[in-house]
């Protein structure tokens, strides 16, 4: 089993979360994301959406994280409550799944990860946007009433949802008037210390690429303005 990632990637993050969670053994092959690796040629036989993670177990290859982590609950941990089979509950999992990635990490990618690499602003329509997810998140926790995303175990909604809250923490942005999101997350941190040292660890390389940007001079993006300036705008918050 191979996970192609990057290591501070926040969708890599959430697959390497669950592996963890569920001790299948893997290997990471690191994607050279500042040079444009997952661009090239070679990568889009394997992966034609040119992203990360992709997955490949025994020669069959999947890419979209949400995709990589029912896969392997389907395939490895069939009765596990990290993905539970109840209709109702599944159905949860999948709709904090589809608002993460459309709506929560659609707004914290954009604001916190995308002007690290390209020339984007980091501004206050998109920290707005930011909290407005949050806001959205506060009000799902709200809703549940429960310790994980949407019941008392955790399921690989939270997963998802730590990869990108991680985000946040890193570049420094404040989520504390968000008392229940606050509540989960370091609830998360101290329940769940195996795989929240995965998100730890990508979450201190953002921590340190947001302060001191890589270099991005091999990075020709076929669609992206990449960052010229080195010395931009990244401070903490
Ligand atoms: N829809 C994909 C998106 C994954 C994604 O956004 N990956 C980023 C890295 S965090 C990427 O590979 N972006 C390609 C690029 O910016 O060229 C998923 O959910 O797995």
């Not at 290591?7 to 040079?35: G, H, N």
């Not at 707004?107 to 930011?130: F, H, M, S």
């Not at 429960?146 to 985000?167: E, G, L, Q, R, Y």
Request: glycine content about 2%.
């Amino acid at each position: 089993m191979k996970l192609y990632s990057v290591e501070d990637s926040p969708p890599s993050t959430a697959c390497r979360m669950l592996l963890k969670y569920l001790k299948i053994p893997f290997e990471v092959v690191e994607v050279d994301f500042f040079a444009g690796e997952h661009l090239n040629e070679e990568y889009a036989e394997l992966n034609p959406q040119r992203d990360v993670p992709l997955l490949e177990d025994n020669g069959f290859f999947l890419s979209e994280h949400i995709a990589i982590m029912q896969y392997f609950c389907d395939k490895y941990a069939a009765d596990s409550t990290i993905y539970p089979r109840d209709p109702t509950q599944r159905a949860l999992v999948n709709h904090r799944l589809c608002f993460n990635m459309a709506h929560f990490y659609g707004a914290v990618g954009a604001y916190a990860l995308a002007p690290i690499i390209y020339d984007y602003p980091r501004d206050a329509l998109g920290l707005k946007r930011v909290n407005m997810a949050l806001e959205v998140f506060e009000k799902y926790l709200k809703r549940m009433g429960k310790k994980f995303v949407v019941s008392n175990n955790v399921t690989i909604a939270d997963f998802a949802m730590v990869s990108s809250m991680m985000c946040l923490e890193a570049i420094g942005v404040a989520f504390d008037k968000y008392s229940l999101v606050q509540k989960w997350y370091e609830n998360f941190k101290q329940e769940r210390p195996d795989e929240w040292s995965v998100a730890k660890e990508a979450m201190k390389v953002l921590e340190e690429i947001n302060l001191r940007p890589p270099d991005l001079s091999k990075l020709n993006h076929p669609i992206h303005p990449v960052r010229k300036a080195v010395e931009c705008c990244m401070t903490k918050r």
